[in-house]
C-alpha cells in the first residue's frame, strides 16, 4: 500500500533537563486507512500529532508527509492537511456561521464556492439547524462536530484528531465515527487520537506510546489476540463485589480487573492458574486488555485516598433525595420533576445524552442552583433551609475543570482547604496527604491550566475530598483520561463507598457506568429509567442481542425515547 506518513528517528525535546516528549520513534503509517493513537496521559499523542500537522519541529529525526518534509515543506503539509485539536479550537463567542466563514478565510476557501462547501459540512454534521447558534452554547458533541466540520474546511488527504469524543455521549460518538467512516470512502487518511479503547479496536493500525516511546505499532486485532485464555467473568459472587475485587487485585496472578454489573470482569498475568472457589467463565478480550498487558498491568485495588477516610455514621440512611427536582431557564425547562433517592455507600449512575440535563440536576443537588420548585436534600438537610450545613458535607467536582488554572497546583490545594474551613494541623495534614496520595509533588509550582489532563483530574479529586465528604458527586470525573488513570479513580471511589461515603456519578464512558449499584438515564429533563445495570441489559435483550452492553441501552433507551 501507499505510505501517507513515514516517521524516522524521530524525537521531540521541550527542557533539556526533562526526558524526552518524544523518543526516536520509527513507524509507517498507510494511505486510505485510519490509525489510531493511543497512550496513557503525557504519553506524547499531542506532540506527535502537532508534528505531523507541521506545528511543531522535530529536536532529532524527520516526518514525511504525501512525500512531503514536515519542516522544510510545512506551508504545503498545512495547505493539504485537517487538524482538530484536543482543545475545542473554534470561537465560543461566534456563531456556528461564523466560525466556518473564520476558517474558510484562513484556508482561502474561494468565496463563491462558501454556499455549497458549507450546505455539504453542515448536512454531513447535522448542524443545519443550528447555524445563528453561538459555538459556545452547543453540546459536547455538536461543539465536536462543528470542529469536524471547520477541520473538513477545505478537503484535507490527511485529516488529524486530538481525542474528538472526549465529553461526548454515546451516540454522538457513533456519529462521529459514521462520519469519518464515509470521509475514508471519499480516499481521506485519518490518524484519530483516543483515550476510549473500544474505539482503537476499529482503526486498521494504531500506535501506542507510553512515556514517549512506541509500544506498538500495527493491528490492534494481533494485539487483543495474544490475550486469548487469560480473561475471565467471575459470577454468582456472594457477598460484597467491590471487597472480592479489591483481594483479588492483591493476587500475584491477577494483572487488572473490573467491575461489570453484578459481575466482576478480571485479566490473568501469563502462564497464571485459574482462581479457585470462585465461578469463573472465559471472556472474549478486548483492546484495553492488551492496553493494560503491554503497560505491565493495573494500578491494583488499593486506595491510601480511602484509607484516611474516616467511616460515614450509620445514622443516615437516605443521603439524597430529590423531589420533584424542577429547572427552568425563562420558557426553557432543564431539569423536568426529577425524583430519586440515593442510599448511604451507594454508587448512583446519572446517564444521558450532552444537554440532557445531568450537571443542571448536579448543581441543584450541591446548593450550586437554585431549584425552580420541588425538593433537595442531602444527609437529612434541605438544601434550602440549611443550605451552610448540607454542603460541608459534599465534595463536588465539576465536569469543566473547576480549579483556578492561574494558580499553581500548591495554591489551589490551600485555596480549597479555606473554602472547607480546615485550619492548623488538620489544614496541614490535609494537604500534605493530597500531595501524597495523589503524586502532585512534582507539580506544586506549576500552573493547573500547564498540567497533563490525568493530573488535572487528580487534582480537582484532592480538592474536593481533603474534608473527608459524606456525599460526593462526581461529574464525568474520567472524560478524557487514559485506563490506567480511570482504574486509579475508581480504586478511591470504590474503597470510599466500603467507607460509608454516597457517591453520584455522571460519565460518557459506559463500561464505567458497569461499577455503579443503580443507574438512572436522563433525557430532555426528563428521568426515563431507573435500575441496576444488569436489570437494564436483561430488558433489551432479543435473540439478535444476547449479550447488550450498556451502551446499547443507553442507545436503544434514548431512540425509543425519540419515537414516541
Not at 470521509?183 to 476499529?202: H, M, N, P, R
Not at 439524597?320 to 426529577?338: P, S
Request: proline share 4%.
Amino acid at each position: 500500500m501507499e505510505l501517507m506518513i513515514e516517521i524516522q528517528g524521530l524525537s521531540k525535546s521541550f527542557n533539556p533537563k526533562l526526558s524526552d516528549a518524544l523518543k526516536n520513534i520509527t513507524a509507517s503509517i498507510q494511505k486510505g486507512q485510519i490509525t489510531g493513537l493511543v497512550g496513557p496521559d503525557g504519553s506524547g499523542k499531542t506532540t506527535l500529532l502537532r508534528m505531523i500537522a507541521g506545528l511543531l519541529s522535530p529536536t532529532q529525526g524527520s516526518i514525511t508527509i504525501a512525500e512531503k518534509d514536515s519542516v522544510r515543506d510545512a506551508e504545503a503539509v498545512r495547505y493539504f492537511t485537517g487538524y482538530m485539536p484536543q482543545k475545542f479550537g473554534l470561537y465560543e463567542d461566534l456563531t456556528v456561521e461564523q466560525n466556518l466563514n473564520l476558517y474558510a478565510d484562513l484556508r482561502g476557501v474561494e468565496a463563491e464556492s462558501r454556499k455549497e462547501v458549507f450546505e455539504k459540512l453542515l448536512h454531513f454534521t447535522g448542524l443545519n439547524a443550528f447555524t445563528d447558534r453561538l459555538a459556545g452554547k452547543l453540546s459536547g458533541g455538536m461543539k465536536q462536530k462543528l470542529g469536524l466540520a471547520c477541520a473538513l474546511i477545505k478537503k484535507p488527504e490527511l485529516l488529524l484528531l486530538d481525542e474528538p469524543s472526549v465529553g461526548v455521549d454515546p451516540i454522538s460518538r457513533r456519529e462521529l465515527w459514521k462520519m469519518v467512516g464515509s470521509l475514508l470512502e471519499e480516499g481521506i487518511s485519518v490518524v484519530w487520537s483516543t483515550a476510549y479503547l473500544d474505539e482503537a479496536e476499529k482503526c486498521n493500525q494504531v500506535l501506542l506510546l507510553n512515556q514517549g516511546e512506541l509500544l506498538y505499532n500495527g493491528d490492534p486485532k494481533a494485539l487483543t489476540s495474544k490475550m486469548a485464555g487469560r480473561v475471565w467473568n467471575v459470577n454468582q459472587i456472594e457477598g460484597d463485589r467491590r471487597k472480592l475485587l479489591f483481594d483479588l487485585l492483591s493476587e500475584e496472578g491477577v494483572m487488572d480487573g473490573v467491575i461489570q454489573g453484578s459481575d466482576l470482569r478480571i485479566v490473568m498475568r501469563k502462564d497464571s492458574p485459574q482462581l479457585p472457589n470462585l465461578k469463573m467463565e472465559k471472556s472474549v478480550p478486548r483492546f484495553e486488555d492488551a492496553f493494560v498487558d503491554i503497560l505491565g498491568g493495573g494500578p491494583g485495588g488499593k486506595s491510601k485516598l480511602a484509607e484516611r477516610a474516616p467511616e460515614v455514621s450509620e445514622a443516615v440512611q437516605s443521603s439524597i433525595l430529590a423531589e420533584n427536582l424542577t429547572k427552568k431557564f425563562g420558557a426553557f425547562t432543564a431539569v423536568d420533576q426529577i425524583s430519586l433517592e440515593v442510599k448511604k455507600g451507594e454508587i448512583f449512575g446519572l446517564l444521558g445524552p450532552n444537554g440532557a440535563g445531568k450537571t443542571t440536576t448536579f448543581r441543584m443537588l450541591c446548593g450550586l442552583l437554585h431549584p425552580t420548585s420541588g425538593k433537595a436534600i442531602v444527609n437529612g438537610f434541605d438544601l434550602e433551609k440549611a443550605p451552610a450545613v448540607a454542603r460541608s458535607r459534599i465534595g463536588y467536582m465539576a465536569q469543566k475543570f473547576s480549579l483556578y488554572g492561574s494558580l499553581s497546583v500548591e495554591q489551589n490545594l490551600n485555596f480549597f482547604a479555606g473554602i472547607y474551613n480546615l485550619k492548623g494541623d488538620e489544614k496541614k495534614s490535609a494537604l500534605e496527604e493530597m500531595v501524597q496520595i495523589f503524586n502532585l509533588e512534582p507539580y506544586l509550582s506549576r500552573s493547573a491550566e500547564e498540567l497533563p489532563l490525568g493530573f488535572k483530574q487528580r487534582l480537582s479529586l484532592a480538592c474536593c475530598c481533603m474534608h473527608n465528604p459524606e456525599v460526593l458527586f462526581l461529574d464525568e470525573p474520567t472524560s478524557g483520561v487514559d485506563p490506567i488513570t480511570r482504574r486509579e479513580f475508581w480504586d478511591h471511589i470504590n474503597g470510599l463507598v466500603r467507607k460509608g461515603v454516597t457517591i453520584m456519578i455522571t460519565t460518557h464512558f459506559m463500561d464505567e457506568a458497569e461499577y455503579c449499584d443503580r443507574v438512572a438515564l436522563v433525557y430532555q429533563g426528563k428521568l426515563i429509567k431507573l435500575d441496576t445495570p444488569n436489570a437494564l441489559k436483561e430488558q433489551i435483550q432479543s435473540p439478535q442481542n444476547m449479550n447488550p452492553s450498556l451502551e446499547d441501552v443507553f442507545i436503544q433507551v434514548v431512540e425509543s425515547a425519540d419515537a414516541k
